[in-house]
C-alpha cells in the first residue's frame, strides 16, 4: 500500500515554543490531507483537512492560529502547534488520500510539551 | 454532530477464540471502514464496506455493513497474539470517498496465549 511518513515520530518541546510536525506522502500525489490529534486510549478526533494550494478548513473547536495547517505540495503537508501548552501534548496523526480511494495514515508524532 | 458508539471497549480473550465487535449510529453512513491501530502507531485499514447488507471478509476477518446503514459490525475468527490493538470503526456520510471520517471510541483486544 501507500506510504505516508510523520516526522518527527516524537517530539519534547517546552512551554511556549512552536513546533512543526511533516506529513508526507512517499509514492503517491496526495489531493487531500487529514490531521488528527489523539489521546491516550481515545478516538481520533479530525482536526481540520486541508487540500494543496489552498486553505485548511478546521473542524469546529480548533483553533486556527494555534494549530496552523500549511499543504505547499502535492506531497507534504505540515501542522505547527504554536505556543504550545502542556494541554496540547498528544498523539498527533495525518492521512493522505487521492481521488476515489480511502486515506493512508502517517504513523503519528507523539508530542510532549514541558 | 455525528456520533458512532463503538462496543466492547474492550475485550480479553484466549487465543482461538472468536471475537465481535459493532458500530452503532444515530445517522445514516453510506461508508464504513474498519481499522486496526498498534501502541505508537497510526491505524491500518483493515476492511471497507460501500454497501448496505455488504459482507466482505480479509483473511479471518469478515464485516458487515448493516441494512439501516447504521451500523457495522467485525469478527475475527480463531485470535491469534499479533491480533492484540485497538480496532476502531469509521463511518462517513458523504457520497464519495472526499468526506470526512467520524471514528468510534475503539475496542482494546487482549488476546491471552
Known amino acids: 500500500g501507500a506510504v505516508v511518513s510523520q516526522h518527527p515520530s516524537r517530539v519534547i518541546c517546552k512551554s511556549g515554543t512552536s513546533v512543526k510536525i511533516e506529513c508526507r506522502s512517499l509514492?503517491?500525489?496526495?489531493?487531500?490531507m487529514f490531521w488528527y490529534r489523539q489521546f491516550p486510549k481515545k478516538s481520533l478526533m479530525l482536526m481540520a483537512t486541508?487540500?494543496?494550494?489552498?486553505?485548511?478548513?478546521?473542524e469546529q473547536g480548533v483553533e486556527k492560529d494555534k494549530f496552523l495547517i500549511n499543504h505547499a505540495s502535492l506531497t507534504l503537508s505540515t501542522l505547527t502547534v504554536t505556543s504550545a501548552h502542556p494541554e496540547d501534548s498528544s498523539f498527533y496523526i495525518c492521512?493522505?488520500?487521492?481521488?476515489?480511494?480511502?486515506?493512508?495514515f502517517g504513523q503519528g508524532t507523539r508530542l510532549t510539551v514541558v | 454532530g455525528q456520533q458512532l458508539n463503538q462496543s466492547p471497549q474492550s475485550m480479553f480473550i484466549q487465543e482461538g477464540e472468536d471475537v465481535s465487535m459493532n458500530c452503532t449510529s444515530s445517522?445514516?453512513?453510506?461508508?464504513w471502514l474498519w481499522y486496526k491501530q498498534e501502541p505508537g502507531e497510526g491505524p491500518v485499514l483493515l476492511i471497507a464496506?460501500?454497501?448496505?447488507?455488504e459482507l466482505t471478509s480479509n483473511g479471518r476477518l469478515t464485516a458487515q455493513f448493516g441494512i439501516t446503514r447504521k451500523d457495522s459490525f467485525l469478527n475475527i475468527s480463531a485470535s491469534i497474539p499479533s491480533d492484540v490493538g485497538i480496532y476502531f470503526c469509521?463511518?462517513?456520510?458523504?457520497?464519495?470517498?472526499?468526506?470526512?471520517?467520524?471514528f468510534g471510541q475503539g475496542t482494546i483486544l487482549t488476546v491471552h496465549p
Open positions: 492521512s493522505a488520500k487521492v481521488l476515489n480511494t480511502e486515506a493512508f
Open positions: 464496506l460501500y454497501k448496505a447488507g
Open positions: 486541508s487540500n494543496e494550494g489552498s486553505k485548511a478548513t478546521y
Open positions: 445517522s445514516i453512513f453510506n461508508t
Open positions: 509514492d503517491f500525489q496526495a489531493t487531500t
Open positions: 469509521a463511518g462517513r456520510s458523504g457520497g464519495t470517498s472526499y468526506g470526512k471520517l467520524t
